[in-house]
């Protein structure tokens, strides 16, 4: 009778390279590109010293590239907001590193503190703002490479809001 415990393997698994994937140079899912995102946040010793704080505009700062992959370090001080915005033909991870930032979509709205990730498409329009008292600073990871942000007007979202909040079946979120 076989069981778990009489399999065993000869030898060093190491020595089998046809078995194991090869690792990556660079992400190229879904998962591997949250999860750089993840790892860049955990070793403050990539980001911090970089951070500045503007009271004029948002700061922004592009701390790394990759084949079809942008990691841009953005701060906020209190107040401070994207606007209403796509993102093109991109796809993107956005972290919260400090402080909180609020994220609302027609769907409703987010809060987003800190280690906080959102996972979006081509085509996911939203606005991010900063409605906390102290500053926040959010990483983002757009693959591929942000081209374009296209602005669209806030009473659109407004409007879709309130379609929506009369809608039974409506999801908002908090």
Request: aromatic share 6%; net charge negative; with cysteine.
């Amino acid at each position: 009778m076989n069981s778990d415990s009489d399999l065993q393997i000869a030898g060093d698994i190491l020595e089998v390279p046809h078995l194991l994937q090869a690792p990556r140079e660079h992400p190229v899912t879904v998962a591997e590109f949250a999860g750089l995102a993840r790892s860049i946040a955990a070793d403050r010793s990539q980001w911090e010293h970089l951070v500045q704080y503007d009271a004029t505009s948002r700061w922004y700062h592009r701390l790394r590239t990759g084949p079809g992959y942008e990691v841009w370090l953005l701060s906020w001080v209190p107040g401070q907001g994207s606007g209403l915005h796509g993102h093109g033909r991109s796809s993107g991870v956005l972290t919260v590193l400090t402080g909180a930032l609020t994220e609302r979509t027609e769907r409703g709205t987010r809060a987003l503190g800190a280690g906080a990730q959102r996972v979006f498409a081509p085509g996911y329009v939203h606005e991010v703002v900063n409605d906390a008292l102290e500053p926040a600073v959010s990483l983002h990871v757009y693959f591929p490479g942000l081209t374009e942000m296209p602005m669209r007007p806030q009473s659109s979202m407004a409007d879709s809001a309130r379609c929506a909040a009369a809608s039974p079946s409506a999801d908002v979120t908090a």
